[in-house]
């Protein structure tokens, strides 16, 4: 009986199309050297740019061949791992894949629940990375600890342009952790702290008041926390100035 290692090309053509993306882009790698020549020449894998694995339940250990496979893939641009419970420790995997990663752009982690540890591996990467444009971190609990990892890294990356923190408990020391790093952050053009958040008075004159300084930023969603309407309304027209606000919402 013959291994999948010594088939003909085009019989393993023919297996590989039965194979979900996933499958194809974790599982048949580095198996052998002459299965990474054919899977490289594999049209399906060459032009692979968007894999959505939205709630498909591969936890963190799905998150670490994911991870292996992402290393040195050069066609991934876009990557969908919502609702996945990949945890910290996925996180943790993920994060040290793009340390090397120079393709992916989009990675979306909303609801992994990968806490403020997993947000701090994140944040690493984020000082050293330099191709990631958009990063969704959304219900994910990270809370003021993670919301201070986070803004640590925004004042030294310089390609994120859009980052989603909507419902992780950051509060008015996440707010303020975040709107100290905008007073120094140069790329990012839009900020989702919006929903569950508890951002109050205090963290959203704080998130205003760095908006002086800020000259990048043109959409800002704190929607539904709980700062006061008047309050939020006089902010907004002491901030406006060279900003458009046009999508700022009020709870």
Known sequence: MRSLTTLPVELVYRILDHLRDFDLFCSMQNVSDRLNQILYTYHPYRTLTTLDLNRKKIGHKGAQHLADAIRFNATLTTLNLEGNDIGHQGAQHLANALRI?????????????????????????????????????????????????????????????????????????????????????????????????????????????????????????????????????NLVDFSLGQYDMSDYRRI
């Open 101 to 233: 990663n120079t393709t992916l752009t989009t990675l979306d982690l909303s609801n992994n629940y990968i806490r403020d540890e997993g947000a701090q591996h994140l944040a690493d990467v984020l000082r050293i990375n330099t191709t990631l444009t958009t990063l969704n971190l959304s219900y994910n609990g990270i809370g003021h600890e993670g919301a201070l990892h986070v803004a640590d890294a925004l004042r030294i990356n310089t390609t994120l342009t859009t980052l989603n923190l909507r419902d992780n408990d950051i509060g008015d020391e996440g707010a303020l952790h975040v709107a100290e790093a905008l007073r120094i952050n140069e790329t990012l053009t839009t900020l989702n702290l919006s929903f569950g958040n508890r951002i109050g008075d205090e963290g959203t004159q704080d998130l205003f008041g760095a908006l002086q300084d800020n000259t990048t930023l043109t959409t800002l969603d704190l929607s539904y926390n709980g700062f006061r309407h008047d309050r939020a309304e």
